[in-house]
């Protein structure tokens, strides 16, 4: 029987927690290898302990299980990679290009490589910024989005490996935390929020920016991988947009549930990185090509986080 073998690559991190569990629902907890630095207490089934910057480690368990499809996200993020650019740049690229060539060489069938809204930065416009604008980030991580982006494209025409990706906005979910990046406040906000915590936002109120909630994240990223091959004219990344708001905004949805609810507003570095992102995301060749159409806005979203986390 032809079946699919996959393997995420940082199952640890904020999506790939979710990514997991949705795919073992989809493809059987047997078939769905996870991996990460370390084993996370409580995720120890079908779970390997992988460095992906090891080449021998990727290729031994990509023959080992038989893989074909690998979800590759592991990377360091917009703000914690700030602070230490030429680690961030080995470890986002080392990882990459050890799934990409490991995948050429033994013939993976599919591979999702997870862009950014951080491929944007100098000369864009920042309302309904295009799939083709200007690709000059301000960040290392996003510098080697738009490198890992080039390096999808170009493993799919050199070689037909059927790399897809999407610039993912900031994510937001219950789940899991994210770490170290520019949206991650977003998701802190509620933490504090349902424990009756004010809650101090490290963006000022106005910083509008592109987010998504994580049901839409995990199903934009499945329908992608599995729509037709013939109907994908981005080869390097797709815009995805959900919805964008800004901290004063949030608030105010959390204040319909928490009326007494504070946040004060503290920018820091991450200030100057938000300020050189889009402001929204026009994703029209991902609604035309594979049909992508996002569900939640910011009420429901509120709403969906509110009850998970109380
Ligand atoms: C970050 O803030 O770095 C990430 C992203 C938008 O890619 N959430």
């Not at 951080?118 to 200007?134: M, P, R, W, Y």
């Not at 990706?165 to 789940?175: A, C, D, T």
């Not at 013939?230 to 949805?253: C, D, H, V, W």
Request: aromatic share 10%; glycine share 6%; hydrophobic share 40%.
């Amino acid at each position: 029987m032809n079946k699919d073998v996959i393997l995420i690559v940082g199952s640890n991190g904020q999506l790939g927690t979710v990514l997991t569990e949705k795919l073992r629902l989809n493809y059987g907890a047997v078939n769905v290898i996870a991996s990460d630095l370390y084993k996370k207490i409580g995720s120890e089934d079908n779970f390997i302990t992988l460095d992906a910057t090891d080449f021998k480690a990727v290729e031994e368990v990509v023959l080992k299980n038989k893989i074909t499809q690998i979800y590759h996200l592991a990377a360091i993020l917009s703000a914690k990679g700030e602070q230490n650019p030429l680690g961030t740049w080995d470890l986002n690229m080392k990882t990459l290009f050890n799934v990409l060539e490991v995948s050429r060489l033994h013939k993976v069938k599919k591979v999702f490589f997870p862009s950014s809204i951080a491929v944007f930065g100098e000369n864009i416009d920042k309302e309904n910024t295009l799939q083709s604008s200007n690709l000059t980030p301000t960040t290392v991580y996003g510098m080697s989005k738009v490198a890992g982006e080039n390096w999808a494209n170009y493993y799919f025409k050199k070689y037909g490996l059927d790399v897809r990706s999407l610039r993912y906005p900031g994510v937001i979910g219950y789940q899991s935390l994210p770490g170290g990046g520019t949206t991650d406040y977003a998701v802190d906000i509620f933490h504090k929020a349902v424990k009756n915590e004010s809650f101090e936002c490290f963006l000022d109120a106005s910083t509008m920016l592109p987010m998504m909630y994580m049901d839409d994240v995990i199903r934009a990223t499945l329908e992608l991988m599995e729509a037709d091959k013939e109907k994908l004219t981005i080869r390097t990344s797709y815009n995805i947009a959900g919805m964008s708001f800004n901290p004063e905004q949030i608030a105010l949805s959390i204040k319909e549930y928490y009326p007494d609810f504070k946040i004060a507003y503290k920018p820091d570095f991450r200030q100057v990185i938000a300020n050189s992102w889009p402001k929204c995301i026009d994703d029209t060749a991902a609604r035309n090509d594979w049909n992508w159409k996002p569900e939640y806005n910011l009420n429901l979203m509120t709403k969906t986080m509110i009850e998970n986390l109380k």
